[in-house]
């Protein structure tokens, strides 16, 4: 798994020399930042599905300061975050929002022609209206994608950790057995 791992990530010297990221220096240099290990590497997808679900700008820069204070796999903790992305945000929005709109028990009103319409005129009544609104609908969205960022990250490092335990004991089933030596006759 690992080999197939290191395939697709970056190494640890080319991301040092980055110069976006020359500027954390040493900090860059600890071994487990960049090690393949079950932890780091579950660790790390953990952090990265918890900003890319909460967080719906500065994801990377955020999963990494926490993969670097938490040492955990930065390429993975990186790479994860694109479980959000432009194809993936309309169904993970609606989904929280469903998620706290169960949960909190607010409801957005719906949008008809008589909502639409302020009762009075002007850009006053009109920025009233619609911060009321984007407040109604903020309180189940905002619940929601906490909820969800909690419970995808715990599942993601539960997933990631198992599947690592199960290919490791796959792989070291198929070693060849070394035979046993003879017994000693006396």
């Not at 190494?11 to 932890?39: D, F, I, Q, V």
């Not at 189940?140 to 995808?152: H, Q």
């Amino acid at each position: 798994m690992r080999k197939s791992l290191k395939r697709f990530l970056p190494a640890a010297e080319t991301m040092r020399g980055h110069r976006w990221l020359r500027w954390l220096g040493p900090k860059l240099h600890h071994p487990r930042l960049w090690h393949l290990s079950r932890r780091g590497v579950a660790l790390g997808c953990a952090i990265g599905v918890f900003f890319g679900l909460l967080i719906p700008v500065a994801q990377i820069p955020l999963s990494a300061a926490a993969a670097l204070a938490l040492r955990a796999n930065l390429p993975a903790a990186v790479v994860s975050t694109l479980v959000s992305n432009p194809v993936t945000f309309g169904p993970i929005y609606y989904f929280a929002y469903r998620v706290g709109e169960a949960v909190t028990g607010v409801k957005a009103r719906p949008l008809t022609a008589e909502t639409l319409t302020p009762k009075e005129s002007g850009l006053g009544e009109w920025l009233r209206f619609w911060w009321h609104y984007l407040d109604t609908l903020g309180k189940p969205l905002i619940t929601g994608l906490l909820l969800m960022a909690v419970v995808s990250s715990a599942l993601t490092y539960a997933l990631v950790s198992g599947l690592w335990r199960l290919t490791t004991i796959l792989a070291w089933r198929k070693r060849p057995r070394r035979p046993k030596p003879p017994p000693d006759a006396p």
